[in-house]
């Protein structure tokens, strides 16, 4: 069996304190790492499989299968990608580290685990489309194939949503209220 992994970055719309959390698994068009881009329709066939099966793909840290960190409750394809849902077993060690990696942003990627059923190659973009997939998991990783994709946002506390830009913000603007703090001490013992 030719298994492939491919990494996309894990777009975070929520987080949930149940440790749920949405995301795209895969976004059509993009040229990965890999030099491969998913055309839109690939996961069609894995999908409906996995629904007459009753079943998901595997919840994975880091692809190993030794590893299962939850379930996927929901997949789909929509106009960009592969929109998952998964919920985390927080009462892991890896589960809930993994909780705690994505409320910081630490962990911000998704990789998919699949076996190529058809592609074609794109002589113009030098890269090879992916058409078909068996897909049979998704995992967090730490360094997605498509770099340009991060966390959108994270959801902290019931209704308090905080997006990596609004984070990164607040730190900067505390660390500068620090420096602030501190010269001004300065001053003030001469």
């Given at each position: ?90 009462r892991t060690q890896k589960g809930a580290e993994a ?92």
């Open positions: 069996m030719d298994v492939k992994h491919m990494s996309c970055a894990l777009r975070v719309k929520t987080l949930g304190g149940d440790g749920i959390f949405t995301g795209y698994a895969s976004v059509f068009g993009e040229l990965d790492q890999q030099n491969e881009i998913v055309a839109a329709g690939a996961f069609a066939r894995t999908l409906s499989k996995w629904r007459r099966q009753n079943r998901t793909p595997a919840l994975l840290w880091m692809h190993d299968p030794t590893q299962p960190i939850g379930i996927w409750q929901s997949l789909r394809e929509d106009s960009s990608g592969l929109m998952v849902e998964g919920r985390l077993a927080l909780y705690e990696l994505l409320k910081l942003g630490a962990l911000t990627g998704l990789s998919i685990g699949y076996r190529v059923v058809s592609s074609r190659i794109d002589a113009k973009q030098k890269a090879r489309i992916l058409t078909d997939v068996d897909l049979f998991e998704i995992s967090l990783v730490t360094f997605p194939a498509n770099e340009a994709a991060r966390v959108s946002e994270v959801k902290k506390r019931e209704g308090e949503k905080v997006g990596v830009r609004e984070r990164l913000d607040a730190s900067a603007l505390s660390q500068a209220a620090n420096r602030l703090r501190q010269a001004a001490r300065i001053l003030t013992e001469k």
